[in-house]
């Protein structure tokens, strides 16, 4: 092999396409440096509609493109051409002895199969978009790196370009090195996303194997912790959210910021009939609201915590308008997040500098059953995500006195706000507005103890004389163990609970909730997030 520094001129390059972007100004360059063109269908096609001298693949090889192009470049005048190593006197006197060609430049990129799939093509499309011979040629280049140059990306023409151009028509062993990486990162992206489809087909959600495929979009200043490095990466085809997100304005998005923003917007985009917020601060609401607009459900959002509310995340289920704008620009905040910005609402918050304004374009599927992923040490966690809602069947009322309609409507808002609070969760709710949230405790009883005494302590400093969680509902992500949680809520005036139920000692709360004459409905389901 080569030197990493050795200049290798290009007198003969082989490029064949899906994505024909920037070939034309390619290939006119490469006319001009004196490169014989090898190409093949619809890339030679394109190449000549520019007015560029091409030969075709099938000329070159004396063989013709078969099988409706299945076999076309897969043939020993194209990979003799591009696998011979120019320092190897034995592969150079090969080449010669059967009229091989070398190949100094390789420009492929691979039929659109995951564009195929998304677009909700047959199975038999499918399979014709896997491409066979292009991941050859890449593989084929990408290993003689020391001798052949090999570009999979329209964005690195213009290095290849100027690489040459400096170097009187040659490549540098530092570029081929560098192209060859990302060749290979594009063969493997390839090849996981078709052993991704192929078990969905046969309706088998957990493979043997896993394969992942992401794209860096960001090389992050730290991670949780400034002394932790990290960068955030993009699945092929994202869920709508954080990752399909364009940065209006503001600083740099941080890995925590990152992190909270996609948990704040998960939770709005379980609400569609009505405006919805959610304000998000270390991956927990600690202020959620329906409303009749946005401005009134920012307000009623905020009301629940607003000491928290300092320096964290704000989603909305709606295109934020001036009014909310208004409102959201009175507080310290690090990011918000929303389908869309009208003019106004981004005109007011240009004069935060530092806010971080995100639109995302669409709302996420919150009942979409994809797959959600968690390293552990020496491997991952697979399961599907949280998109499970109960409805009007799924709900047993075990009291003596049932829920009114109002209540009703407030169990299920919280219930739906404890699926994103991190267990145990207890939620108060009043008038679907959360008053109160206890997070992420190891004791179920002193996640209600918090959350009543978050309650209290927003309504003191607001002044209030009447308590947040008098007539209140509260929700649990699970069953109460023991009546001893319940009992707290009790005191703190909650009127009706919503929980899954499914403890030993249901009876002993169940009798508990009717000694105080409030109402319990059962879910069956448990909302634990870890």
């Known amino acids: 092999m080569s030197e990493p520094s050795a200049l290798r001129s290009v007198r003969r390059a082989l490029i064949s396409v899906s994505d024909k972007t920037g070939i034309a100004e390619l290939g006119r360059f490469l006319a001009k440096h004196g490169v014989e063109v090898l190409s093949t269908g619809g890339s030679a096609k394109a190449l000549g509609e520019a007015g560029i001298d091409v030969i075709e693949v099938s000329r070159h090889t004396g063989f013709p493109e078969i099988m409706n192009g299945r076999v076309k470049t897969l043939h020993p005048m194209i990979h003799g051409g591009i696998?011979?190593?120019?320092?190897?006197?034995?592969?150079?006197?090969?080449?010669?002895?059967?009229?091989?060609?070398?190949?100094?430049?390789?420009?492929?990129?691979?039929y659109p199969f995951e564009q195929t799939v998304r677009a909700g093509a047959g199975f038999d499309d499918c399979i014709e978009n896997i491409d066979i011979g292009g991941p050859t040629l890449i593989r084929a280049a990408a290993k003689n790196h020391g001798s052949v140059a090999v570009v999979t990306d329209p964005e690195d023409y213009a290095r290849v370009m100027d690489d040459m151009h400096h170097n009187d028509g040659a490549t540098g062993g530092e570029l081929r090195r560098g192209l060859a990486a990302a060749a290979y990162a594009h063969t493997a992206a390839y090849d996981a996303a078709i052993a991704a489809w192929f078990p969905r087909q046969q309706d088998e959600a957990y493979p043997d194997r896993l394969f992942v495929s992401a794209e860096r979009r960001q090389l992050l200043r730290y991670g949780e912790n400034p002394h932790q490095s990290a960068a955030f990466y993009a699945t092929t085809a994202p869920r709508a959210g954080v990752?399909?997100?364009?940065?209006?304005?503001?600083?740099?998005?941080?890995?925590?910021?990152?992190?909270?923003?996609?948990?704040?917007?998960?939770?709005?985009?379980?609400?569609?009939?009505?405006?919805?917020?959610?304000?998000?601060?270390?991956?927990?609401?600690?202020?959620?609201?329906?409303?009749?607009?946005?401005?009134?459900?920012?307000?009623?959002?905020?009301?629940?915590?607003?000491?928290?509310?300092?320096?964290?995340?704000?989603?909305?289920?709606?295109?934020?308008?001036?009014?909310?704008?208004?409102?959201?620009?009175?507080?310290?905040?690090?990011?918000?997040?929303?389908?869309?910005?009208?003019?106004?609402?981004?005109?007011?918050?240009?004069?935060?500098?530092?806010l971080r304004l995100l639109v995302t374009g669409a709302m996420p599927d919150a009942g979409e059953r994809s797959p959600t992923l968690r390293a552990l040490a020496g491997g991952y966690l697979l399961q599907d995500r949280d998109g499970a809602v109960v409805d009007e069947d799924g709900l047993h009322t075990v009291t003596k006195r049932k829920p009114d309609e109002a209540e009703m409507t407030d169990l299920r808002f919280a219930f739906t706000l404890a699926k994103h609070v991190k267990s145990n969760a207890i939620v108060y709710v009043k008038d679907r507005a959360s008053v109160g949230v206890g997070a992420g405790q190891m004791s179920r009883v002193d996640s209600a103890r918090i959350a009543a005494q978050k309650a209290a302590e927003a309504q003191a400093a607001a002044g209030e004389s009447e308590s947040r969680t008098a007539g209140s509902v509260v929700a649990s992500d699970a069953f109460f163990p023991f009546a001893d949680g319940l009992l707290v809520t009790i005191e703190a005036g909650a009127k009706a609970v919503i929980q899954p139920g499914g403890s030993v000692r249901d009876d002993e709360v169940i009798a508990a909730a009717d000694e105080a004459g409030i109402a319990m409905v059962f879910t069956g389901m448990r909302h634990f997030r870890h």
């Open 83 to 110: 696998l011979a190593n120019r320092d190897d006197n034995a592969h150079m006197d090969a080449l010669e002895q059967h009229g091989i060609a070398p190949i100094d430049l390789v420009v492929v990129n691979l």
């Open 243 to 354: 990752a399909t997100a364009r940065q209006l304005q503001g600083k740099e998005l941080s890995y925590n910021n990152l992190n909270d923003t996609d948990a704040a917007f998960e939770l709005v985009a379980e609400f569609t009939a009505e405006p919805a917020v959610a304000i998000i601060k270390h991956a927990n609401p600690c202020g959620t609201a329906l409303g009749a607009s946005l401005a009134d459900a920012y307000q009623r959002a905020l009301a629940c915590d607003p000491v928290s509310a300092f320096g964290g995340v704000i989603a909305l289920n709606r295109a934020l308008d001036g009014e909310t704008a208004s409102l959201i620009a009175e507080l310290f905040a690090e990011v918000v997040i929303a389908p869309d910005a009208d003019a106004d609402a981004r005109a007011v918050l240009a004069d935060k500098k530092n």
